[in-house]
Nanobody, 120 residues
């Protein structure tokens, strides 16, 4: 069974930094892409950053220049370094993976989410 487990959320002051981690475990044969999404109450879940198996990265306009996505393919770990945080970055952040479990077709997997609160 594939699981994505996030960590690293918390309370930070405006201008501060946080680093989110996501550990993917289980019988993962292939990874097409992984990424970070965020959601605030009453709104849809939006993509923040993603990275393909080949290392191509994508960022939302709000994340460009402040956030950096990276990964370790050897142990299926994903990170999101968030700098210059703003109150509007406050949200629940979810790890996402487009993964192939046990050699089957690619499927979408989500972590349980981690709360990030930017406030003074």
């Amino acid at each position: 069974q594939v699981q994505l487990v996030e960590s690293g959320g918390g309370l930070v002051q405006p201008g501060g930094s946080l680093r989110l981690s996501c550990a993917a475990s289980g019988s993962i044969s292939r990874i097409n892409a992984m990424g970070w999404y965020r959601q605030v109450p009453g709104k849809q879940r939006d993509m923040v950053a993603s990275i393909t198996w080949t290392g191509t990265t994508y960022y939302s306009d709000s994340a460009k220049g402040r956030f950096t996505i990276s990964r370790n393919n050897a142990n299926n770990t994903l990170w999101l370094q968030m700098n210059s945080l703003k109150p509007e970055d406050t949200a629940v952040y979810y790890c996402y993976g487009d993964l192939s479990p046990g050699g089957t077709s690619y499927q979408d997997y989500w972590g349980q989410g981690t709360q990030v609160t930017v406030s003074s």
